[in-house]
């Protein structure tokens, strides 16, 4: 087509789709040749020409990359290709739950770092002695959501506090929030007359890090939910850059994706409720526990657990992101 990129919003949608076959083509074209490759060495065995632990650890890497390739198959939906808006909220408990919420941002922050995600910080609101009261993570890059939507829920820590002199064993919570990130490809209805700026001096550390300037922008949106009749006000604070007018477009990027998953949770709902046997879509639920001084890590979900809790807290979340999206990723199959 001459006019292809006249469209520019079109054009972007069918790079996405050849993108997207594309990943698959070259993932079948990886495992093909590893496979064919093990079939080789297995004869160079035969032969005396290779070692056994050569062809070994080919196995393993064959097993790798089919076992990944799988995994992606798990990721079907529309929404689980995009990016992720994550937000960590400490729970009650003051200090300890604040600690709790920044290691939880760390957490999650190593392991996009480990999948060459890109992330941003678009609001954070640190605690009042030590750790963080909410942060919102921006992370872009392909199936950030389908990988992510596994962590949406209550996460529980049992430690001794180094906040609390007795020594005390305490538990603490925090809630994780995951929003598809939505992009120019996904189609969000905002009504304009139902917003509402304001802005604000950025907090900072003091010095050189305090905005000199109003930077930071608050959104509010006074949405009515169009299936159930309840209002509510959204509102969104965003103080990622000291440019005003890339926060606001920032803001809006995150108003069009709570409004997107508003839709999608409607959605999945309603189709919970037809089908038996889909998982509950619950945003409250404790998910998983960290018990550190007995070394364990467990999703309540899915069973899978794990006592490499350093490991953990440094971004390993790969075999509980696995163990969720094997069991429960075939009961958001769409019709």
């Not at 040749?33 to 080919?58: P, S, Y």
């Not at 937000?87 to 392991?111: C, F, H, P, V």
């Not at 209002?231 to 604070?237: A, N, Q, R, S, Y």
């Not at 404790?286 to 490499?308: A, C, L, N």
Request: net charge negative; aromatic share 8%; proline share 2%.
């Amino acid at each position: 087509m001459p006019d292809f990129w006249e469209h520019p919003k079109e054009a972007q949608r069918q790079m996405k789709k050849i993108k997207d076959l594309q990943a698959w083509i070259d993932g079948y074209e990886e495992v093909a040749t590893a496979v064919d490759e093990l079939e080789l060495a297995w004869d160079f065995v035969k032969e005396g020409a290779m070692e056994e632990e050569e062809i070994d650890a080919m196995y393993a890497d064959a097993i790798e990359k089919i076992e990944k390739l799988e995994l992606r198959n798990m990721l079907r939906r529309e929404e689980d290709k995009l990016g992720v808006v994550l937000k960590i909220n400490s729970g009650a408990g003051g200090t300890e739950s604040q600690d709790w919420a920044s290691m939880l941002m760390r957490m999650y922050l190593r392991w996009c770092e480990n999948h060459g995600y890109k992330t941003s910080i678009a609001n954070l609101l640190e605690g009042d002695e030590a750790g963080i009261k909410s942060c919102t993570i921006n992370v872009e890059g392909d199936f950030a959501y389908g990988y992510l939507k596994s962590e949406n829920g209550v996460h529980r820590l049992v430690r001794v506090s180094p906040y609390n002199a007795q020594g005390k064993r305490m538990t603490s919570f925090a809630s994780v929030f995951v929003t598809p990130l939505v992009d120019d490809t996904i189609e969000v209805k905002v009504d304009p007359a139902l917003l509402s700026w304001d802005t604000f001096r950025s907090g900072g550390a003091g010095g050189q890090n305090v905005n000199k300037v109003e930077s930071g922008v608050r959104l509010r949106y006074q949405f009515t939910d169009p299936y159930t009749g309840e209002f509510e006000e959204i509102l969104i604070e965003n103080t990622e850059t000291r440019d005003q007018p890339k926060n606001k477009e920032n803001a809006m990027r995150q108003l069009r994706s709570i409004l997107y998953d508003k839709e999608l949770q409607h959605r999945l709902q309603e189709q919970a409720k037809i089908e038996a046997g889909k998982m509950k879509i619950e945003w409250g639920s404790q998910i998983r526990s960290y018990v550190f001084d007995d070394r364990r890590v467990k999703d309540h979900r899915t069973g899978h657990q794990t006592s490499d809790v350093n490991g953990v807290m440094d971004g390993d979340l790969d075999g509980f992101i696995k163990a969720y999206l094997m069991e429960f990723a075939g009961t958001e199959e769409t019709d």
